[in-house]
């Protein structure tokens, strides 16, 4: 099953891809808007987005360009022209596939698994990124972004920090966390994991929350 985003002003359009998606067992967002499509990605992971290209306010590619300056979700684009201009710029922004209305509903869902297969390969057990409301941490890119701004980290942060929330929720002991990011033949003390911890929470800034310390065993990410 996959997550799927559809961006289209047409509700009829929407409805009869969700119609098909969701009798292929696949999960739908729907969004009738650029700008409601870019603040669901802010808050979700999807596995494929379906943009139509003319909407009001902010066009498909537009909307594009914004969402793929966080993450890097393929993009199946729709559009009521067939003019090669716009599968040409289509491409160049980044776009896996270009499909012109009026389009049949079941090429359409065989075009969008065929995308969901290929690039399912990057997509680890934990998902490749984690995102909640305006901190999205990409692991595969080792990117981490609050509000879009990349927050520049050392190494050691960004390895702690991918670890912990990897297995957030779970109560992690200062000797797991020391092993597992650091290694067993580390030579240091638990002072080293502890100025990580510090510098990790001012990184994150008011996320910075979502690290508990759990007195007399170690730390918790909790999301």
Same mark, same amino acid.
């Given at each position: 099953?996959?997550?799927?985003?559809?961006?289209?002003?047409?509700?009829?359009?929407?409805?009869?891809?969700? %119609?098909? +998606?969701?009798?292929?067992?696949?999960? *739908?967002?729907?969004?009738?808007?650029?700008?409601?499509?870019? %603040?669901?990605?802010?808050?979700?992971?999807? =596995?494929?987005?379906?943009?139509?290209?003319? /909407?009001? !306010? @902010?066009?498909?590619?537009?909307?594009?360009?914004?969402?793929?300056?966080?993450?890097?979700?393929?993009?199946?684009?729709?559009?009521? #022209?067939?003019? !090669? $201009?716009?599968?040409?710029?289509?491409? !160049?922004?980044?776009?896996?596939?270009?499909?012109?209305?009026?389009?049949?509903?079941?090429?359409?869902? /065989?075009?969008?698994? +065929?995308?969901?297969?290929?690039?399912?390969?990057?997509?680890?057990?934990?998902?490749?990124?984690? *995102? %909640?409301?305006?901190? /999205?941490?990409?692991? @595969?890119?080792?990117? *981490?972004?609050?509000?879009?701004?990349?927050?520049? /980290?050392?190494?050691?942060? $960004?390895?702690?920090?991918? $670890?912990?929330?990897?297995?957030?929720?779970?109560?992690?002991?200062?000797?797991?966390?020391?092993?597992? *990011?650091?290694?067993? =033949?580390?030579?240091?003390?638990?002072?080293? @994991?502890?100025?990580?911890?510090? @510098?990790? #929470?001012?990184?994150?800034?008011? $996320?910075?929350?979502?690290?508990?310390?759990?007195?007399?065993?170690?730390?918790?990410? !909790? +999301?």
């Amino acid at each position: 099953m996959a997550k799927i985003l559809v961006v289209d002003d047409e509700e009829k359009i929407r409805l009869l891809i969700k %119609k098909y +998606a969701i009798f292929e067992n696949h999960e *739908v967002y729907e969004a009738e808007n650029g700008i409601k499509a870019i %603040k669901l990605c802010e808050n979700n992971v999807f =596995d494929i987005i379906i943009m139509d290209i003319m /909407m009001p !306010e @902010l066009d498909g590619f537009s909307t594009v360009n914004e969402i793929r300056k966080t993450i890097n979700t393929p993009v199946l684009m729709l559009s009521a #022209r067939g003019e !090669e $201009y716009d599968k040409i710029h289509g491409f !160049e922004i980044g776009i896996d596939d270009y499909v012109v209305k009026p389009f049949s509903p079941k090429e359409l869902m /065989m075009r969008v698994n +065929a995308i969901i297969k290929r690039t399912s390969n990057f997509n680890d057990i934990k998902r490749d990124a984690f *995102v %909640k409301d305006g901190l /999205m941490i990409d692991f @595969l890119g080792r990117i *981490v972004t609050i509000d879009k701004e990349k927050i520049n /980290m050392s190494p050691k942060e $960004y390895d702690l920090l991918f $670890y912990m929330v990897k297995n957030r929720n779970i109560a992690l002991s200062r000797e797991k966390l020391i092993t597992e *990011v650091w290694g067993y =033949d580390f030579n240091g003390d638990d002072r080293t @994991l502890d100025t990580h911890i510090k @510098l990790l #929470r001012k990184s994150l800034g008011e $996320y910075s929350k979502m690290i508990v310390t759990l007195r007399g065993v170690g730390y918790r990410f !909790e +999301a």
